[in-house]
């Protein structure tokens, strides 16, 4: 097999002329690893000019001690010209657009709750006690009373008249609770914090408006998944952005699972096995649905709790979360892929697969001992 090594640079007129020196030589199949973003441009330039191949660098490690881009690049010539290739999911743009907005999104989310604990820090080293009263920092209240804080506001009395709804009954815990040391440093630190959250905030409701907009020819499916006990809109535009909805990248449901890391990993030698553990998957998909399956549990009556608590008596309560978000993930499969709302097995499902079960056994073995077996139900 002939080769041939040369090296472009990272610039857009670089890589015209990488893809055009592909074209010259006939090449119809492009080989890349998936590092970072990096990858990103080369696969915008060479999309639709060549079949492209992204690969996880961990299933492509070359011999330890031979290590460079020139190694790299044909170890991955010949493992894709031998067919030992395995490509990496790579969506669609709008699918991509969504991803990205869904995950900026948790990101924003995150720094709230961080600037958030920020506040109660300072509150605490000046010692006011709000927290022990207002179980919202960011509720209707506490923004009001953080804001005349922030303006040089001090006097506990004339805090604890700005509570709301039913903070007015505990105005008196409220006024001992304002009682402390306030001084401008604090006061500054609270300000900075409280305009940092709403711009936040504001930024996220610019993302909820775009992502509108992008999921408005799918609002139907979007709908569906929303049906799942546990599933809200954010998480359905999560998984929208992360699986997309063309299900036929994922041969079956089980693909799908495995590729989102929601199943144990494989790892036995001379009969046994040694590691149980759930396998490394999409992270962003996979912390969102043990979230939502944490909030589906709850719901009383369904076959979701009944599966929860019939595991979690065996194996613990980390192994039964794990196996509903699984549960979730694989009826967003059906969902998607069928066109269909989600329908609950109920909470006795268990029950009656262990009756038609024992049914079954027993059947089986009057066979064997040379009966005729006839069921019919009681009258």
């Given at each position: 097999m002939e080769q041939e090594v040369r090296t472009?640079?990272?610039?857009?007129?670089?890589?015209?002329?990488?893809?055009?020196?592909?074209?010259?030589?006939?090449?119809?199949?492009?080989?890349?690893?998936?590092?970072?973003?990096?990858?990103?441009p080369v696969w915008h330039i060479l999309e639709g000019h060549f079949e492209l191949v992204l690969t996880?660098?961990?299933?492509?490690?070359?011999?330890?001690?031979?290590?460079?881009?020139?190694?790299?690049?044909?170890?991955?010539?010949?493992?894709?010209?031998?067919?030992?290739?395995?490509?990496?999911?790579?969506?669609?743009?709008?699918?991509?657009?969504?991803?990205?907005?869904?995950?900026?999104?948790?990101?924003?989310v995150r720094t709230i709750t961080q600037?958030?604990?920020?506040?109660?820090?300072?509150l605490e080293a000046a010692n006011l006690k709000l927290a022990s009263v207002v179980t919202d920092t960011l509720g209707v209240t506490s923004r009001l009373i953080l804001k005349a804080i922030h303006k040089g506001e001090t006097d506990p009395e004339v805090l604890a008249d700005l509570a709301c709804g039913r903070l007015k009954n505990k105005r008196s815990e409220l006024v001992e609770a304002l009682r402390g040391h306030l001084t401008e440093h604090h006061r500054f630190l609270i300000g900075l914090h409280l305009r940092t959250i709403e711009?936040?905030?504001?930024?996220?409701?610019?993302?909820?408006?775009?992502?509108?907009?992008?999921?408005?020819?799918?609002?139907?499916?979007?709908?569906?998944?929303?049906?799942?006990h546990g599933v809200s809109t954010t998480v359905a535009q999560v998984i929208l952005g992360e699986i997309g909805w063309a299900m036929e990248r994922f041969a079956t449901v089980a693909a799908?699972?495995?590729?989102?890391?929601?199943?144990?990993?494989?790892?036995?030698?001379?009969?046994?096995?040694?590691?149980?553990?759930?396998?490394?998957?999409?992270?962003?998909?996979?912390?969102?649905?043990?979230?939502?399956?944490?909030?589906?549990?709850?719901?009383?009556?369904?076959?979701?709790?009944?599966?929860?608590?019939?595991?979690?008596?065996r194996r613990g309560?980390?192994?039964?979360?794990?196996?509903?978000?699984?549960?979730?993930?694989?009826?967003?499969?059906?969902?998607?892929?069928?066109?269909?709302?989600?329908?609950?097995?109920g909470p006795d499902y268990f029950e009656r697969q262990d009756k038609n079960r024992a049914v079954r056994r027993h059947v089986k073995r009057l066979q064997a001992l040379g009966y005729e077996v006839v069921i019919a139900p009681v009258a």
């Open positions: 472009f640079g990272t610039t857009t007129r670089e890589l015209g002329k990488l893809a055009d020196w592909l074209g010259e030589a006939s090449i119809t199949h492009v080989v890349m690893e998936a590092t970072g973003v990096y990858w990103r996880n660098a961990m299933h492509v490690r070359n011999v330890p001690g031979r290590k460079s881009d020139a190694n790299d690049a044909q170890w991955l010539s010949e493992l894709l010209a031998h067919g030992l290739v395995r490509g990496s999911f790579v969506p669609p743009t709008q699918v991509q657009e969504v991803r990205e907005l869904t995950r900026t999104r948790r990101q924003l600037n958030t604990q920020r506040i109660q820090k300072t711009g936040l905030e504001k930024e996220i409701e610019r993302i909820e408006k775009r992502l509108g907009k992008l999921l408005k020819p799918l609002a139907e499916q979007e709908a569906r998944l929303t049906t799942i799908l699972i495995s590729w989102a890391g929601l199943c144990p990993q494989m790892h036995e030698s001379a009969g046994k096995r040694k590691r149980n553990r759930i396998r490394k998957g999409a992270s962003w998909l996979k912390t969102v649905l043990v979230q939502a399956a944490w909030a589906a549990v709850r719901t009383k009556g369904s076959y979701f709790r009944s599966k929860f608590l019939r595991i979690k008596s309560a980390t192994k039964a979360i794990v196996a509903i978000a699984a549960d979730i993930l694989k009826a967003a499969y059906f969902i998607l892929r069928d066109g269909v709302d989600y329908k609950d097995l």
